[in-house]
């Protein structure tokens, strides 16, 4: 055969192969892109979260507003919202001497003591004793907070914070009692609390039927 024939052959039969090597490759990179773009298509779709119920602390409203209880409030919210809550103040209330920017928390006592309150506790205490009759007590309820189960503060053994919850019962008065019955061996009767210092019948008749002897 003549040498011209022959390599004529075998370029044409080189470039046949490449032709068939060259559908092969296309095949397969389009085959690739297919499983490619199922991969994708069957991405599951993300989980979307539950949205966790919201959170709310109780706190106990009481003194000088319209409807003293127990309310459930959102923990963000300030002793002003509480005090809306329970239906705002009454005429007699004493809110200008008080924090109404604070934040409440869960089991807390707010007692919006009255103008005459502030004004007692003014005499002889100063601003800082009025004040505190907002009573903090978190994750204590109201009648603990009082000392005991009948919600009255045993004057006995309450401390000054739950004394000074009393009507017009300040931090000196409060120290007072705290003192007379750790020198005299406590009180025997309600009617003793008149024989601490500073407390006379008038202040006494404010407390008597918040107060009790155990």
Known sequence: MNIKIKYGIAVAAALVAAAFCGCGRESEIVRLEEVSEASVSQTPEPIQEQ?????EVKVYVCG???NPDVYSLDPNMRVADAVDAAG???ESAGSSYLNLAAKISDG???YIPTVSEIEEALTEDGVTAAVVNITDTPG???QDSQGGDDGLVDINSADRDTLMTLPGIGQSKADKIIAYREANGGFSTIEDIMLVAGIKEGLYNKVKDKICVR
Request: without cysteine.
């Open 64 to 66: 000088a507003v319209r």
């Open 108 to 110: 807390q006592k707010i």
């Open 88 to 90: 705002g103040f009454t």
């Open 51 to 55: 949205s966790q119920p919201a959170v």
């Open 140 to 142: 204590v309820a109201y």
